[in-house]
């Protein structure tokens, strides 16, 4: 490797060290990495600005516009109080509960739209209750990369491998990624009771006062809410046809937002442009760049070329690397440089002549996917529940969380390389 190689894997690794000890803002150090990378002249601005996954910042910038101007309506406490009276007030069947819808809307929307929406119901849910919502958060966390597995649209790195491959469509997204995404989620149920069955518990009284709450008065501005669900309701539809029509998800979202903007007025826009989780923005930012200089540096292409080497070209040794690779390297790095790597590699193996690359294919969703589910940084939607929960008081530790996450990525990975061994390689 070139020298420039070296200071780019020096200048990650110290940088990440620092994120990882917390003992300065995550953001400001991500900002003085990529900055670095600039400086030493790794990449040069032009290369790193072309490496900031816009789409990604104008889908979170756009939802978050959206949802906040929707919260003013009561909605999300309504739902709260909704979804609480249906289990009656228990907070361990409330925490399952709010984990299955991530799920299923991360599935159908995209992981973070989905978060956007149900993190400010689970403040309001254990704001009520009293309870610790770290364990509602960290499920949630889970929940909405497993949800965002099972198809074309739920996670960017399935975008990415869609688009690259014209016969994976989005329902060859369903057929075959949803059965595992559902076995996995229905695996980490009991593990989710037994890990907090006596960590969330409240008092009768507060259950009882929750259950007795008028849903019918928590909605406090009913016209506005209108125009809220007029212009959620555009967006979603929007995702489900961003493809057809030829637009990326970032377009359809800041579309929707804006036009929300114009419904409700310019005073709605400077509380909802003070909302925006600008920290979060800059430190996907910094990540972006960050990583670029490992990436224009070759050192990413050289690991994954030299792993793909090691197989020999056989199938299943090579989905197996490939589904392990990525799923540890999503877990410390962003997942979606990894994937833009790899795909031009699983491509070329398909030249040398390897004639069955849909195991692959598979192989790299599943672990970009779930690997995010390893560390507070592996996925884009880790990164918004912690920004979100961070400003309401209740910071998630980097290492807190990887002892949560670590192990249950590493059973989803398991888990995944039996069922690509048993579905595609028997």
Not at 30 to 43: E, K
Not at 81 to 92: L, Q, R, Y
Not at 175 to 186: F, S, V
Not at 198 to 212: G, H, V
């Amino acid at each position: 490797m070139e020298v420039q190689a070296y200071w780019a894997i020096g200048i990650f690794l110290v940088i990440y060290a620092l994120i990882i000890s917390e003992k300065i803002h995550r953001t400001i150090i991500a900002m003085l990495g990529g900055g670095l990378m600039l400086v030493f002249g790794i990449v040069d601005q032009e290369t790193a600005l072309h490496h900031i996954d816009f789409n990604t910042l104008g889908l979170l910038i756009g939802m978050m516009i959206i949802v906040s101007i929707t919260a003013e309506t009561g909605l999300f406490k309504y739902i709260a109080v909704w979804a609480a009276k249906k289990v009656k007030g228990e907070p361990i069947r409330i925490l399952i509960a709010l984990a299955l819808i991530t799920a299923t809307g991360s599935a159908f929307l995209d992981n973070v739209t989905t978060v956007l929406l149900i993190v400010p119901v689970t403040f309001s849910i254990t704001r009520q209750l009293q309870v610790n919502p770290l364990p509602f958060l960290f499920t949630q966390i889970i929940a909405a990369n497993v949800g965002g597995t099972a198809t074309l649209i739920g996670d960017p790195p399935n975008i990415m491998i869609g688009s690259a491959v014209e016969e994976l469509t989005f329902m060859a997204f369903i057929e075959n990624l949803a059965p595992i995404a559902g076995i996995i989620m229905l695996s980490y149920i009991p593990i989710f009771v037994f890990m907090f069955r006596n960590q969330i518990k409240t008092t009768p009284e507060l259950k009882m006062s929750l259950l007795q709450l008028d849903t019918s008065q928590l909605i406090t501005d009913h016209k506005l809410l209108r125009k809220c669900l007029i212009m959620l309701g555009l967006t979603i539809i929007g995702f489900f046809l961003h493809q057809s029509l030829h637009l990326e998800s970032a377009t359809v979202a800041l579309v929707g937002a804006f036009l929300l903007l114009l419904m409700t007025g310019e005073h709605t826009m400077e509380e909802a442009f003070t909302r925006i989780e600008w920290t979060t923005i800059f430190f996907f930012v910094g990540l972006f760049v960050l990583v670029s200089g490992l990436v224009e540096t070759g050192v990413i292409a050289e690991l994954a070329a030299r792993a793909i080497e090691w197989t020999g070209g056989d199938v299943l040794a090579t989905s197996m690397l490939i589904l392990w690779l990525s799923a540890i390297a999503s877990a410390f790095l962003d997942n979606i440089p990894f994937v833009a790597t790899m795909i031009p590699m699983i491509q070329e193996m398909g030249h040398m002549g390897v004639s069955n690359l849909e195991p692959l294919w598979w192989s790299l969703a599943l672990g970009a996917c779930l690997g995010g589910n390893g560390t507070l940084i592996g996925a884009s939607a880790n990164l918004i529940v912690a920004g979100l929960s961070g400003k309401e008081g209740h910071p998630i530790r980097f290492t807190a969380y990887l002892k949560f996450g670590f192990p249950l990525m590493l059973l989803s990975i398991l888990l995944s390389s039996v069922y690509i061994y048993c579905r595609y390689l028997i």
